[in-house]
């Protein structure tokens, strides 16, 4: 088991919580430099109503102005991971390992893969099939049909062999938010939650229990 301190910061604005993430992921990587073992770290927020946009994606996928953004109550910000745009907000679970991939044994490819594989034991909790699509990361429901909709976006920075960034799980989230985004840069592709699926809201912290359950098992954390 590795040793991975869990950060559980409830609510924390995004810019604070970036900054925390930057911090972590120098420390990572000037430890792995001198040769070190490092103790890694799991962050957990939900964030105010925020969008941001990947440093490939596309600022004409963000679909309302300034002033728009304003009434809605939401920030736009630019930041460093892959991906493209997406929305954070209250009800949505954010992930974020700032860990150590030569610790774990894993590139990114199979990192991503694992991260997908943590959501997907998750859903299944509450009898939600989450599934992979061909050619988008994330999770999504009825992947590959004319229905097909995403409940889970990820998007993750690896500098150093150390990553920061991660997924974001849709679960009581206030989908209306994505109407005013191509969500991940896609324009014929739905979003959903758990309180969607299931038709009644769900218990936040249950869902977190599971989501740290199936942290330990997939990638081997021991939280300390």
């Not at 810019?15 to 792995?32: N, P, S």
């Not at 001198?34 to 596309?58: A, C, F, K, W």
Request: net charge neutral; charged share 25%.
């Amino acid at each position: 088991m590795i040793k991975t301190r869990l950060i559980d910061l409830k609510t924390s604005g995004y810019r604070e919580t970036w900054t925390q993430q930057q911090l972590l992921l120098e420390r990572l990587k000037e430890e792995k430099r001198l040769g070190r073992q490092s103790i890694n770290y799991l962050l957990l927020v939900e964030h105010p109503h925020v969008y941001t946009l990947g440093r490939n994606g596309d600022q004409q996928n963000m679909l309302i102005d300034a002033i728009q953004l304003k009434t809605k109550n939401a920030e736009f910000i630019k930041v460093d991971r892959g991906g493209d745009i997406t929305y954070h907000g209250p009800g949505q679970l954010v992930a974020y390992p700032v860990i150590r991939l030569d610790m774990f044994e894993t590139g990114i490819k199979e990192y991503v893969n694992r991260l997908e594989e943590v959501v997907i034991h998750t859903l299944y909790k509450y009898a939600i099939k989450g599934e992979r699509q061909k050619g988008a990361i994330g999770v999504w429901l009825d992947a590959d049909t004319e229905t097909a909709r995403k409940i889970c976006a990820i998007g993750v920075k690896c500098s150093g062999f150390v990553t920061m960034h991660g997924f974001a799980l849709n679960i009581n989230t206030d989908l209306n938010y994505f109407n005013y985004i191509n969500p991940c840069g896609f324009v014929n592709k739905g979003v959903t939650s758990i309180e969607k699926e299931l038709k009644h809201k769900v218990d936040f912290e249950e869902v977190k229990t599971f989501i740290l359950q199936n942290f330990a098992e997939v990638f081997g954390m021991e939280f300390v």
